[in-house]
């Protein structure tokens, strides 16, 4: 079965600093990975998306992710933290398992950045 | 564009009573999807419309629950007697095509709060 693994229920970072959110996959096949973005109240947002090609991906509101095969992992990053990025991440893998089209989630990394 | 709305925003409803959750989906996109997200907790796949298809219902955590798709656009999913663990937020998405590797668009969620 396709999964995805968020190891921390939380990152903590100042803000000016770089941030990483970690994801680790496991599928049979080529991936196709997403980070997703939820706020306060609110649904979730499309950040980036890796189907094939360049490694690093960049997305919305600065951030990127880099796609690394040997080590199963698509981390999503940003060169400078904002308070305003602090929200609810997830990563999600395309679950090829079934013949349908829908996504399998992580369990979220919560990114609190501080003034 | 309008994205995906859902109605109502927020529901409480008494233990044993039937609700029904409403997700207008983007103009235009063939796939629908049902997810509940509980507290703490990542996204939980629900059920899958796409275009004339038979729905992918494998996440339905039990026959209480269901999910139509009228005219390949709006959907509605019912919860019948309802229970205290069925509070959640119930969030919709849609997507254009998900076999091109189109990432999901959600709407804002009903919190549905059974007590």
């Known amino acids: 079965a396709q999964s995805v693994a968020q190891p921390e229920d939380q990152v903590n970072v100042a803000e000016g600093n770089p941030l990483t959110v970690k994801c680790t996959y496991s599928v049979s096949g080529n991936p196709y990975l997403f980070w997703y973005v939820q706020y306060p109240n609110r649904g979730l947002q499309f950040l980036l998306k890796y189907i094939t090609g360049d490694n690093l991906v960049k997305g919305s509101y600065g951030f990127e992710a880099e796609f690394n095969k040997s080590q199963t992992s698509f981390h999503l990053k940003k060169p400078s933290a904002l308070v305003s990025d602090s929200a609810l991440y997830f990563c999600?893998?395309?679950?090829?398992?079934?013949?349908?089209?829908?996504?399998?989630f992580g369990t979220g990394t919560r990114l609190l950045v501080s003034p | 564009g309008a994205g995906v709305s859902q109605s109502p925003s927020n529901k409480v409803t008494e233990k044993g009573k039937d609700v029904e959750l409403r997700c207008d989906p983007i103009?235009?996109?063939?796939?629908l999807y049902w997810y509940r997200q509980s507290l703490g907790q990542g996204l939980e796949f629900l059920i899958y419309f796409q275009g004339n298809s038979a729905p992918d219902k494998s996440g339905l955590p039990s026959d209480r629950f269901s999910a139509e798709r009228t005219g390949g656009s709006v959907s509605t999913l019912t919860i019948q007697r309802t229970q205290q663990e069925d509070s959640a937020v119930y969030l919709c998405?849609?997507?254009?095509?998900?076999?091109?590797?189109?990432?999901?668009?959600f709407g804002p969620g009903t919190r549905l709060t059974v007590t």
């Open positions: 998405a849609s997507s254009p095509n998900p076999a091109g590797g189109y990432e999901q668009y």
């Open positions: 103009s235009g996109h063939t796939a």
């Open positions: 999600a893998v395309r679950d090829m398992d079934t013949g349908f089209q829908k996504l399998v």
